[in-house]
Protein backbone atom coordinates (compact mmCIF):
# COMPACT_ATOMS: atom_id res chain seq x y z
CA UNK A 1 0.00 0.00 0.00
CA UNK A 2 0.72 3.57 -0.34
CA UNK A 3 1.76 5.97 2.77
CA UNK A 4 -1.31 7.01 3.83
CA UNK A 5 -2.86 4.47 6.52
CA UNK A 6 -5.61 1.80 5.94
CA UNK A 7 -8.74 3.23 6.93
CA UNK A 8 -12.33 2.00 7.05
CA UNK A 9 -15.17 2.87 5.23
CA UNK A 10 -16.95 4.14 8.63
CA UNK A 11 -14.08 6.79 8.28
CA UNK A 12 -15.00 7.44 4.58
CA UNK A 13 -18.21 8.48 3.85
CA UNK A 14 -17.42 8.42 -0.05
CA UNK A 15 -20.53 6.76 -2.44
CA UNK A 16 -18.84 4.50 -5.07
CA UNK A 17 -19.74 7.50 -7.98
CA UNK A 18 -18.15 10.14 -5.96
CA UNK A 19 -14.81 7.56 -5.43
CA UNK A 20 -14.94 7.23 -8.98
CA UNK A 21 -14.68 11.46 -9.49
CA UNK A 22 -11.80 10.98 -6.80
CA UNK A 23 -9.82 8.49 -9.28
CA UNK A 24 -10.54 10.80 -12.36
CA UNK A 25 -9.20 13.49 -10.83
CA UNK A 26 -6.03 11.76 -10.30
CA UNK A 27 -5.82 10.12 -13.50
CA UNK A 28 -6.18 13.21 -15.14
CA UNK A 29 -2.16 15.02 -12.86
CA UNK A 30 -0.88 11.84 -15.30
CA UNK A 31 -1.51 13.57 -18.30
CA UNK A 32 0.82 14.12 -21.46
CA UNK A 33 -0.50 16.25 -24.23
CA UNK A 34 1.44 16.51 -27.19
CA UNK A 35 0.15 17.08 -31.54
CA UNK A 36 -1.04 13.16 -31.44
CA UNK A 37 -3.68 14.08 -28.51
CA UNK A 38 -3.27 13.29 -24.73
CA UNK A 39 -2.01 9.65 -23.26
CA UNK A 40 -1.62 9.07 -19.70
CA UNK A 41 1.45 7.69 -17.62
CA UNK A 42 1.18 4.40 -16.70
CA UNK A 43 2.87 4.87 -13.06
CA UNK A 44 2.99 9.03 -12.44
CA UNK A 45 3.11 8.83 -8.59
CA UNK A 46 6.34 9.49 -7.27
CA UNK A 47 6.06 6.45 -4.60
CA UNK A 48 5.25 4.10 -7.28
CA UNK A 49 8.29 1.87 -8.02
CA UNK A 50 7.29 0.21 -11.53
CA UNK A 51 8.24 1.27 -14.91
CA UNK A 52 5.71 -0.52 -17.88
CA UNK A 53 7.67 -2.47 -20.32
CA UNK A 54 9.87 -0.20 -22.75
CA UNK A 55 8.92 3.12 -20.47
CA UNK A 56 6.40 5.45 -22.01
CA UNK A 57 6.63 4.51 -25.84
CA UNK A 58 3.32 5.28 -27.91
CA UNK A 59 2.89 1.42 -28.04
CA UNK A 60 2.15 0.79 -24.43
CA UNK A 61 0.45 3.83 -23.76
CA UNK A 62 -1.95 3.10 -26.28
CA UNK A 63 -3.60 -0.37 -24.69
CA UNK A 64 -7.05 -1.23 -23.54
CA UNK A 65 -4.93 -2.90 -20.81
CA UNK A 66 -2.66 -0.28 -19.13
CA UNK A 67 -2.88 3.05 -21.64
CA UNK A 68 -5.08 5.50 -23.04
CA UNK A 69 -7.77 2.80 -24.90
CA UNK A 70 -9.20 1.61 -21.53
CA UNK A 71 -8.72 5.45 -19.63
CA UNK A 72 -11.04 6.62 -22.37
CA UNK A 73 -13.51 4.00 -21.67
CA UNK A 74 -13.61 4.86 -18.33
CA UNK A 75 -14.09 9.14 -18.90
CA UNK A 76 -16.87 8.15 -21.17
CA UNK A 77 -18.80 6.30 -18.37
CA UNK A 78 -17.55 9.04 -15.72
CA UNK A 79 -19.51 11.37 -18.01
CA UNK A 80 -22.47 9.22 -18.01
CA UNK A 81 -22.49 8.54 -14.56
CA UNK A 82 -22.16 12.15 -13.41
CA UNK A 83 -23.77 13.74 -16.36
CA UNK A 84 -20.42 17.03 -16.76
CA UNK A 85 -19.30 16.64 -19.96
CA UNK A 86 -16.00 18.14 -18.88
CA UNK A 87 -15.20 14.29 -18.58
CA UNK A 88 -15.94 14.01 -22.49
CA UNK A 89 -13.30 16.40 -23.35
CA UNK A 90 -10.84 13.75 -22.04
CA UNK A 91 -12.03 11.31 -23.19
CA UNK A 92 -12.00 13.43 -26.58
CA UNK A 93 -8.32 14.20 -26.00
CA UNK A 94 -7.65 10.67 -25.97
CA UNK A 95 -9.66 9.44 -28.55
CA UNK A 96 -8.02 11.69 -30.91
CA UNK A 97 -4.66 10.16 -29.62
CA UNK A 98 -5.64 6.81 -30.40
CA UNK A 99 -7.11 8.17 -34.25
CA UNK A 100 -3.11 9.92 -34.41
CA UNK A 101 -1.33 6.87 -33.29
CA UNK A 102 -2.70 3.27 -34.16
CA UNK A 103 -0.92 2.76 -37.30
CA UNK A 104 2.03 2.48 -34.75
CA UNK A 105 0.40 -0.69 -33.35
CA UNK A 106 1.69 -4.16 -34.87
CA UNK A 107 0.18 -6.28 -31.62
CA UNK A 108 -3.71 -6.91 -33.31
CA UNK A 109 -4.80 -8.32 -29.06
CA UNK A 110 -7.64 -7.28 -27.41
CA UNK A 111 -5.98 -5.93 -24.09
CA UNK A 112 -2.69 -4.88 -25.35
CA UNK A 113 -3.03 -4.25 -29.11
CA UNK A 114 -5.09 -2.99 -31.71
CA UNK A 115 -8.40 -4.58 -31.55
CA UNK A 116 -8.75 -2.53 -27.61
CA UNK A 117 -8.25 0.64 -29.62
CA UNK A 118 -11.01 -0.70 -31.81
CA UNK A 119 -12.87 -0.93 -29.36
CA UNK A 120 -12.13 2.88 -27.48
CA UNK A 121 -13.03 4.54 -31.17
CA UNK A 122 -16.23 2.58 -31.31
CA UNK A 123 -17.15 3.64 -28.01
CA UNK A 124 -15.86 7.38 -28.29
CA UNK A 125 -17.18 8.22 -31.60
CA UNK A 126 -21.26 6.82 -30.58
CA UNK A 127 -20.90 9.14 -27.31
CA UNK A 128 -19.26 12.26 -28.93
CA UNK A 129 -20.80 11.66 -32.09
CA UNK A 130 -17.56 12.12 -34.35
CA UNK A 131 -17.28 10.61 -37.26
CA UNK A 132 -13.70 10.99 -37.33
CA UNK A 133 -13.13 8.35 -34.53
CA UNK A 134 -15.71 5.84 -35.85
CA UNK A 135 -13.30 6.11 -39.35
CA UNK A 136 -10.49 5.53 -37.39
CA UNK A 137 -12.12 2.13 -35.69
CA UNK A 138 -12.77 1.03 -39.05
CA UNK A 139 -9.77 2.00 -40.48
CA UNK A 140 -8.10 0.48 -37.63
CA UNK A 141 -10.55 -3.52 -37.80
CA UNK A 142 -9.79 -3.49 -41.27
CA UNK A 143 -5.93 -3.41 -40.62
CA UNK A 144 -6.91 -6.24 -38.48
CA UNK A 145 -8.38 -8.32 -40.75
CA UNK A 146 -5.83 -7.87 -43.28
CA UNK A 147 -3.08 -8.97 -40.90
CA UNK A 148 -4.80 -12.27 -40.37
CA UNK A 149 -2.16 -14.94 -41.82
CA UNK A 150 -2.93 -18.53 -42.39
CA UNK A 151 -1.04 -21.51 -40.47
CA UNK A 152 0.02 -24.96 -41.63
CA UNK A 153 -3.17 -26.39 -40.24
CA UNK A 154 -5.70 -24.95 -42.81
CA UNK A 155 -6.59 -22.27 -40.22
CA UNK A 156 -6.18 -18.46 -39.83
CA UNK A 157 -5.00 -16.23 -37.20
CA UNK A 158 -2.76 -13.86 -35.82
CA UNK A 159 -0.30 -14.75 -33.08
CA UNK A 160 -1.13 -18.21 -32.96
CA UNK A 161 -1.70 -18.01 -29.32
CA UNK A 162 -5.77 -18.79 -29.35
CA UNK A 163 -6.38 -18.01 -25.75
CA UNK A 164 -7.96 -14.39 -25.00
CA UNK A 165 -4.75 -12.52 -24.02
CA UNK A 166 -4.00 -13.52 -28.21
CA UNK A 167 -5.90 -14.28 -30.92
CA UNK A 168 -9.33 -15.44 -29.01
CA UNK A 169 -9.20 -12.09 -27.46
CA UNK A 170 -8.94 -10.61 -31.23
CA UNK A 171 -12.01 -12.55 -32.00
CA UNK A 172 -13.98 -11.03 -29.30
CA UNK A 173 -12.75 -7.72 -30.58
CA UNK A 174 -13.84 -8.10 -34.04
CA UNK A 175 -17.43 -9.74 -33.02
CA UNK A 176 -17.71 -6.53 -31.00
CA UNK A 177 -16.66 -4.33 -34.08
CA UNK A 178 -18.97 -6.10 -36.76
CA UNK A 179 -22.00 -5.75 -34.13
CA UNK A 180 -20.90 -2.21 -33.15
CA UNK A 181 -19.95 -1.09 -36.86
CA UNK A 182 -22.04 -3.04 -39.02
CA UNK A 183 -19.58 -4.58 -41.29
CA UNK A 184 -20.27 -8.19 -41.74
CA UNK A 185 -17.27 -9.25 -42.91
CA UNK A 186 -15.76 -8.22 -39.09
CA UNK A 187 -17.66 -11.25 -38.32
CA UNK A 188 -16.66 -13.34 -40.84
CA UNK A 189 -13.37 -13.23 -40.17
CA UNK A 190 -13.72 -14.09 -36.44
CA UNK A 191 -15.90 -17.42 -37.02
CA UNK A 192 -13.31 -18.27 -39.44
CA UNK A 193 -10.53 -17.51 -36.85
CA UNK A 194 -12.67 -19.21 -34.38
CA UNK A 195 -13.23 -22.27 -36.50
CA UNK A 196 -9.50 -23.36 -36.06
CA UNK A 197 -9.47 -22.42 -31.95
CA UNK A 198 -12.36 -24.98 -31.86
CA UNK A 199 -10.46 -27.53 -34.36
CA UNK A 200 -7.76 -27.39 -32.14
CA UNK A 201 -9.24 -28.16 -29.09
CA UNK A 202 -10.20 -31.50 -30.58
CA UNK A 203 -8.94 -34.69 -28.10
CA UNK A 204 -5.58 -35.79 -29.42
CA UNK A 205 -3.45 -38.95 -28.31
CA UNK A 206 -1.25 -36.45 -27.51
CA UNK A 207 -0.85 -32.83 -26.02
CA UNK A 208 -0.62 -30.46 -29.00
CA UNK A 209 1.82 -27.90 -28.57
CA UNK A 210 -1.37 -25.41 -28.89
CA UNK A 211 -2.11 -24.40 -25.80
CA UNK A 212 -5.81 -24.14 -26.75
CA UNK A 213 -7.88 -26.60 -24.12
CA UNK A 214 -5.08 -29.68 -23.67
CA UNK A 215 -5.47 -30.14 -19.79
CA UNK A 216 -1.86 -30.74 -19.49
CA UNK A 217 -0.29 -27.47 -21.62
CA UNK A 218 -2.71 -25.20 -20.49
CA UNK A 219 -4.08 -23.93 -17.29
CA UNK A 220 -7.36 -23.72 -16.10
CA UNK A 221 -7.57 -19.50 -15.97
CA UNK A 222 -9.26 -17.27 -18.11
CA UNK A 223 -6.89 -14.52 -19.77
CA UNK A 224 -4.51 -16.97 -20.63
CA UNK A 225 -6.10 -20.95 -19.79
CA UNK A 226 -8.84 -23.06 -20.54
CA UNK A 227 -11.88 -21.00 -19.21
CA UNK A 228 -10.92 -18.22 -21.52
CA UNK A 229 -10.96 -19.91 -24.53
CA UNK A 230 -14.13 -22.03 -23.44
CA UNK A 231 -16.20 -18.75 -23.07
CA UNK A 232 -14.73 -17.72 -26.74
CA UNK A 233 -16.03 -20.85 -28.17
CA UNK A 234 -19.16 -20.23 -25.85
CA UNK A 235 -19.29 -17.04 -27.31
CA UNK A 236 -19.17 -18.05 -30.79
CA UNK A 237 -21.56 -20.59 -30.31
CA UNK A 238 -24.04 -17.81 -29.25
CA UNK A 239 -22.96 -15.61 -32.64
CA UNK A 240 -23.70 -18.34 -35.15
CA UNK A 241 -25.52 -21.72 -34.01
CA UNK A 242 -22.61 -23.97 -34.83
CA UNK A 243 -22.80 -26.93 -32.85
CA UNK A 244 -18.95 -27.71 -33.04
CA UNK A 245 -18.43 -24.66 -30.87
CA UNK A 246 -20.71 -25.59 -28.49
CA UNK A 247 -19.35 -28.69 -27.59
CA UNK A 248 -15.41 -27.58 -27.88
CA UNK A 249 -16.79 -25.01 -25.11
CA UNK A 250 -18.17 -28.14 -23.05
CA UNK A 251 -14.95 -29.97 -23.47
CA UNK A 252 -13.32 -26.93 -21.80
CA UNK A 253 -15.66 -26.52 -19.32
CA UNK A 254 -15.62 -30.57 -18.25
CA UNK A 255 -11.45 -29.50 -17.89
CA UNK A 256 -12.05 -26.86 -15.75
CA UNK A 257 -14.72 -28.83 -13.49
CA UNK A 258 -12.59 -31.67 -13.02
CA UNK A 259 -9.75 -29.22 -11.41
CA UNK A 260 -11.87 -27.87 -9.64
CA UNK A 261 -12.68 -28.64 -5.53
CA UNK A 262 -15.95 -28.48 -4.47
CA UNK A 263 -16.92 -27.55 -0.45
CA UNK A 264 -20.31 -27.52 0.16
CA UNK A 265 -22.42 -25.30 -2.15
CA UNK A 266 -18.95 -23.32 -2.83
CA UNK A 267 -16.46 -24.35 -5.22
CA UNK A 268 -12.22 -23.13 -6.56
CA UNK A 269 -10.28 -24.05 -9.46
CA UNK A 270 -7.21 -22.50 -9.21
CA UNK A 271 -5.27 -20.68 -5.86
CA UNK A 272 -6.71 -17.43 -7.27
CA UNK A 273 -9.50 -15.42 -6.92
CA UNK A 274 -9.24 -13.00 -9.38
CA UNK A 275 -10.68 -12.54 -12.99
CA UNK A 276 -7.11 -13.14 -15.03
CA UNK A 277 -7.05 -16.31 -13.55
CA UNK A 278 -9.57 -17.35 -10.95
CA UNK A 279 -12.67 -17.85 -9.68
CA UNK A 280 -14.01 -14.12 -11.17
CA UNK A 281 -12.81 -14.95 -14.71
CA UNK A 282 -13.50 -18.73 -14.53
CA UNK A 283 -17.48 -17.87 -13.24
CA UNK A 284 -17.51 -15.57 -16.81
CA UNK A 285 -17.53 -18.61 -18.66
CA UNK A 286 -19.61 -20.74 -16.74
CA UNK A 287 -22.36 -17.88 -16.63
CA UNK A 288 -21.47 -17.46 -20.75
CA UNK A 289 -21.96 -21.01 -21.02
CA UNK A 290 -25.74 -20.68 -19.38
CA UNK A 291 -26.66 -17.69 -21.30
CA UNK A 292 -26.18 -19.29 -24.77
CA UNK A 293 -27.06 -22.92 -23.91
CA UNK A 294 -29.80 -22.71 -20.83
CA UNK A 295 -27.97 -25.26 -19.16
CA UNK A 296 -28.75 -24.41 -15.76
CA UNK A 297 -25.68 -26.50 -14.38
CA UNK A 298 -23.38 -24.11 -15.61
CA UNK A 299 -25.39 -21.13 -13.75
CA UNK A 300 -24.72 -23.26 -10.66
CA UNK A 301 -21.06 -23.24 -11.15
CA UNK A 302 -21.07 -19.63 -11.36
CA UNK A 303 -22.74 -19.10 -8.25
CA UNK A 304 -21.00 -22.34 -6.55
CA UNK A 305 -17.41 -19.72 -7.53
CA UNK A 306 -18.81 -17.11 -6.26
CA UNK A 307 -20.22 -18.39 -2.93
CA UNK A 308 -16.71 -19.95 -2.94
CA UNK A 309 -14.87 -16.62 -2.67
CA UNK A 310 -17.33 -15.06 -0.53
CA UNK A 311 -16.06 -17.76 2.24
CA UNK A 312 -12.57 -17.48 1.08
CA UNK A 313 -12.63 -13.93 3.24
CA UNK A 314 -11.14 -12.14 0.84
CA UNK A 315 -10.55 -9.34 0.11
CA UNK A 316 -11.18 -8.18 3.90
CA UNK A 317 -8.03 -10.69 4.90
CA UNK A 318 -5.67 -10.89 1.98
CA UNK A 319 -4.95 -14.61 0.98
CA UNK A 320 -3.29 -16.79 -1.14
CA UNK A 321 -5.75 -16.43 -3.73
CA UNK A 322 -6.86 -12.45 -3.15
CA UNK A 323 -3.26 -10.47 -2.01
CA UNK A 324 -2.26 -7.30 -1.74
CA UNK A 325 -3.92 -6.15 -5.10
CA UNK A 326 -7.03 -4.15 -6.02
CA UNK A 327 -7.44 -3.74 -9.93
CA UNK A 328 -9.70 -5.23 -12.32
CA UNK A 329 -7.06 -7.85 -13.03
CA UNK A 330 -6.74 -9.84 -10.07
CA UNK A 331 -8.21 -7.77 -7.57
CA UNK A 332 -11.24 -6.37 -5.64
CA UNK A 333 -12.11 -4.46 -8.91
CA UNK A 334 -12.87 -7.37 -10.86
CA UNK A 335 -15.18 -9.28 -8.24
CA UNK A 336 -17.77 -5.62 -7.82
CA UNK A 337 -17.24 -6.80 -12.06
CA UNK A 338 -18.23 -10.47 -11.17
CA UNK A 339 -21.33 -9.77 -8.10
CA UNK A 340 -22.53 -6.73 -9.66
CA UNK A 341 -23.07 -9.14 -13.38
CA UNK A 342 -24.42 -12.01 -11.11
CA UNK A 343 -27.40 -9.58 -9.77
CA UNK A 344 -28.16 -8.03 -12.83
CA UNK A 345 -28.46 -11.17 -14.16
CA UNK A 346 -30.36 -12.97 -11.53
CA UNK A 347 -31.59 -10.51 -8.90
CA UNK A 348 -30.66 -12.22 -6.22
CA UNK A 349 -29.99 -9.66 -3.68
CA UNK A 350 -26.81 -11.57 -1.82
CA UNK A 351 -24.69 -10.47 -5.00
CA UNK A 352 -25.36 -6.67 -5.00
CA UNK A 353 -25.22 -6.97 -1.14
CA UNK A 354 -21.68 -8.86 -1.31
CA UNK A 355 -20.69 -5.62 -4.03
CA UNK A 356 -21.62 -2.62 -1.96
CA UNK A 357 -19.02 -4.54 0.88
CA UNK A 358 -16.38 -4.99 -1.43
CA UNK A 359 -16.57 -1.49 -2.51
CA UNK A 360 -16.82 0.00 0.55
CA UNK A 361 -13.27 -1.97 1.12
CA UNK A 362 -11.52 -1.12 -1.77
CA UNK A 363 -12.77 2.94 -1.23
CA UNK A 364 -11.28 2.29 2.39
CA UNK A 365 -7.76 1.46 1.16
CA UNK A 366 -7.62 4.19 -1.25
CA UNK A 367 -4.85 6.81 -0.81
CA UNK A 368 -6.16 10.70 -1.53
CA UNK A 369 -3.66 12.06 1.44
CA UNK A 370 -2.33 15.02 -0.64
CA UNK A 371 -5.35 16.00 -2.01
CA UNK A 372 -4.84 15.06 -6.09
CA UNK A 373 -7.39 12.47 -6.03
CA UNK A 374 -7.69 8.86 -5.21
CA UNK A 375 -4.81 6.20 -6.38
CA UNK A 376 -4.56 2.46 -5.16
CA UNK A 377 -1.25 1.30 -3.89
CA UNK A 378 -0.82 -2.42 -5.26
CA UNK A 379 1.58 -5.03 -5.76
CA UNK A 380 -0.41 -6.65 -8.80
CA UNK A 381 2.80 -8.30 -10.01
CA UNK A 382 2.34 -11.13 -7.98
CA UNK A 383 5.91 -12.29 -9.37
CA UNK A 384 7.38 -9.32 -7.89
CA UNK A 385 5.43 -8.76 -4.59
CA UNK A 386 7.78 -5.41 -3.28
CA UNK A 387 6.96 -3.75 -5.94
CA UNK A 388 4.07 -1.52 -5.51
CA UNK A 389 2.71 1.06 -7.64
CA UNK A 390 -0.64 3.00 -8.16
CA UNK A 391 -1.25 2.80 -11.44
CA UNK A 392 -3.73 4.87 -14.15
CA UNK A 393 -4.85 1.79 -16.32
CA UNK A 394 -7.94 -0.06 -16.74
CA UNK A 395 -6.89 -3.43 -16.02
CA UNK A 396 -4.14 -2.53 -13.54
CA UNK A 397 -5.05 0.58 -12.20
CA UNK A 398 -7.81 4.16 -11.20
CA UNK A 399 -9.41 3.60 -14.33
CA UNK A 400 -10.74 0.10 -14.43
CA UNK A 401 -11.15 0.21 -10.38
CA UNK A 402 -13.49 3.39 -11.38
CA UNK A 403 -14.90 2.12 -14.07
CA UNK A 404 -16.73 -1.08 -11.48
CA UNK A 405 -17.67 1.99 -8.64
CA UNK A 406 -19.31 3.26 -11.75
CA UNK A 407 -21.36 0.03 -12.82
CA UNK A 408 -22.15 -0.68 -9.04
CA UNK A 409 -22.86 2.34 -8.77
CA UNK A 410 -25.58 2.02 -11.92
CA UNK A 411 -26.73 -0.86 -10.59
CA UNK A 412 -28.58 1.11 -7.54
CA UNK A 413 -30.29 3.08 -9.52
CA UNK A 414 -33.50 1.43 -11.29
CA UNK A 415 -35.33 4.54 -11.56
CA UNK A 416 -31.98 5.80 -14.14
CA UNK A 417 -30.80 3.02 -15.49
CA UNK A 418 -27.88 3.46 -17.78
CA UNK A 419 -25.74 1.39 -20.31
CA UNK A 420 -22.10 0.49 -18.79
CA UNK A 421 -19.51 -0.37 -21.15
CA UNK A 422 -18.65 -3.77 -20.44
CA UNK A 423 -15.31 -5.59 -22.21
CA UNK A 424 -16.12 -8.30 -24.85
CA UNK A 425 -15.18 -10.58 -22.51
CA UNK A 426 -17.92 -10.00 -19.96
CA UNK A 427 -20.88 -12.04 -20.32
CA UNK A 428 -22.84 -9.59 -17.74
CA UNK A 429 -26.26 -7.53 -18.90
CA UNK A 430 -24.52 -4.13 -20.10
CA UNK A 431 -27.22 -2.25 -18.09
CA UNK A 432 -26.67 -3.38 -14.66
CA UNK A 433 -30.30 -4.54 -13.74
CA UNK A 434 -32.79 -7.66 -13.18
CA UNK A 435 -34.81 -7.34 -15.59
CA UNK A 436 -38.04 -6.84 -13.29
CA UNK A 437 -36.66 -4.13 -11.85
CA UNK A 438 -36.69 -2.47 -15.27
CA UNK A 439 -40.63 -3.20 -15.65
CA UNK A 440 -43.14 -0.44 -14.80
CA UNK A 441 -46.19 -1.75 -12.99
CA UNK A 442 -49.06 -2.65 -14.82
CA UNK A 443 -51.56 0.19 -15.47
Known sequence: ?????????????ETPLTAAIMAGRWIRTAAVDDESGRRWRANPDPHGRATPPGGPAPLYSASLHSGAAG??????????????????EDARAGAHY????????????LH????????ALTEAGWALGEERFESAALAAA????????GFDD???GWSGDVTLRGDGG????????????????????AVEAGRRI??????????????????????????????????LLAHLYGATGEEAFLDAARRGAALVRAAGILTGESATVTDHLGYCSGSAGIARMFYELYRVSGDGGDLEWAMRLARGVRESGAPFRQTAGLWNVACQCCGTAGLIELYVGLWAATGEQEHLEFARRLADHLIGRATGYDGRGYRWYQAYRRHRPGEASADTGYLTGAAGIGAALLHLDAAGQADRPRRVILLPDNPFPPIPMPAVALRRPAG
Not at 98 to 109: G, N, P, V
Not at 112 to 119: Q, S
Not at 170 to 189: D, F, I, K, N, T
Request: charged share 20%; glycine share 10%.
Open 98 to 109: LASTWRWQADAS
Open 142 to 149: DRIVRSAR
Open 71 to 88: IVLFFLELAAGTGHDAYL
Open 1 to 13: MGPDPFRSSDERA
Open 170 to 189: VVLGLLRAAAALGVPAYEEM
Open 112 to 119: HGLAGVVL
Open 198 to 231: ARLTAPRERPTECPALSAEAAPPGFLAGTAGTAF
Open 154 to 156: GGI
